[in-house]
């Protein structure tokens, strides 16, 4: 995530890094969601998943949902980026700008529910 702040500064192409920051950002909110229903799987008893067995599973499931939610969402979200002193950025007031805050919380917060759950 680091390293697509830091072409920023050497690119010009704002489209393609923010396409990339949003899809990072949603892998590893995913990766977070897997990673909780793992620790599920494994303190609860009761509960069984065996998908999250296979390790090409749970790295197909991190990757994939967000790149195609990356691809379908980028067209409304390329409209409004901007430059700002040389680093680029969404415009936070425009509402395609929660096409990639929305499922980022929601997962986030299905993420410390599970968390929460597997605790109690």
């Known amino acids: 995530m680091f390293i697509t702040n830091i072409i920023s500064y050497f690119s010009v192409v704002c489209e393609v890094i923010m396409a990339l ?24 008893d009761k509960i069984i998943l065996p998908l999250l067995e296979n390790t090409v599973f749970v790295i197909l499931a991190g990757f994939l949902p967000p790149l195609v939610y990356t691809g379908l969402t980028l067209p409304w979200v390329i409209d409004h980026v901007t430059v700002q002193e040389s680093m680029c950025a969404i415009n936070l007031a425009s509402p395609a700008s929660s096409l990639s805050l929305v499922p980022a919380s929601l997962i986030s917060c299905i993420s410390l529910g599970i968390l929460v759950t597997s605790i109690i």
């Open 21 to 44: 920051n949003i899809y990072f950002y949603l892998a590893s909110f995913m990766f977070l969601l897997l990673e909780s229903l793992i620790i599920l799987h494994k303190l609860v």
